[in-house]
């Protein structure tokens, strides 16, 4: 058993496309907030979008602005990420995260965007993405 289990991913030339998927066996309540992190070897993690359903809270890592789109689906309680026009900074291992408590945009592009406030973990899942 495992509280957020992911799939998607793979390995596609720049400018391509990938959809990442997280399903949540775990409960939660709306007003959580999800996400998908990422990290490179040698390099932070880093949180790349963050949604809290209810309140219509979402908010992306600017460089992935206008090419990432992040959705939950509360009746298949499956996290999204649709990645397009991928780059190859974009590569990396994708996390998908659930933290019970608000969103803010400091876990994307801020501080706080470690995921260290994140309180369960998906496995990861490789994304790599070629020139």
């Known amino acids: 058993w495992v509280p957020l289990e992911e799939s998607g991913g793979g390995s596609v030339p720049a400018g391509g496309s990938l959809s990442l998927s997280c399903v949540v066996h775990t409960t939660y309540d709306r007003s959580d907030c999800f996400a998908w992190f990422r990290q490179t070897p040698g390099k932070a993690r880093e949180g790349v979008a963050v949604?809290?359903?209810?309140?219509?809270?979402?908010h992306y890592k600017n460089s992935v602005k206008g090419r990432f789109a992040l959705s939950f689906d509360n009746a298949k309680k499956e996290l999204t990420l649709q990645m397009n026009i991928l780059r190859q900074d974009d590569t990396g291992t994708y996390f998908c995260?659930?933290?019970?408590?608000?969103?803010?945009?400091?876990?994307?592009?801020?501080?706080?965007?470690?995921?260290?406030?994140?309180?369960?973990w998906g496995q990861g899942i490789p994304v790599s993405v070629s020139v």
């Open positions: 995260a659930l933290r019970r408590g608000f969103c803010y945009r400091s876990f994307v592009d801020g501080d706080e965007n470690d995921g260290s406030t994140f309180h369960v």
């Open positions: 949604i809290e359903e209810d309140h219509d809270t979402l």
